[in-house]
């Protein structure tokens, strides 16, 4: 079955760095949209980021244009999500999925992994 894996998550001071990865099983990356999302406690799902992993085009929440970068690397299956000058709000659990589209939408995402743990904090 088609499963997506994150990792690096991490705890940072406010203005610190982190690369999260979410490597890719049972499906050929380079033919979907891959999206980064973030929760945290009592809030929804929030777009990040998202890549068409075909090209390499990428699209940014408008919180996070400028200091995150979202990449590809198909031949590992992997898709990272660079954070640079990180805030508290930035905080959640870090997800990433599957879409046919390019998209911010949660609703236009499957196979959900297990979520990777950012805590923004002094």
């Known amino acids: 079955q088609a499963q997506l894996v994150e990792s690096g998550g991490d705890l940072v001071q406010p203005g610190g760095s982190l690369r999260l990865s979410c490597v890719a099983s049972g499906f050929r990356l380079g033919y979907f949209t891959i999206g980064w999302f973030r929760q945290a406690p009592g809030q929804e799902r929030e777009g990040v980021a998202c890549i068409r992993t075909s090209n390499g085009a990428a699209y940014y929440s408008d919180s996070v244009k400028g200091r995150f970068a979202i990449s590809r690397e198909n031949a590992k299956s992997t898709v990272y999500l660079q954070m640079n000058n990180l805030k508290p709000e930035d905080t959640g659990v870090y997800y990433c999925?599957?879409?046919?589209?390019?998209?911010?939408?949660?609703?236009?995402?499957?196979?959900w992994g297990q979520g990777t743990q950012v805590t923004v904090s002094s």
């Open positions: 999925s599957v879409s046919h589209q390019m998209s911010l939408d949660s609703a236009e995402y499957t196979n």
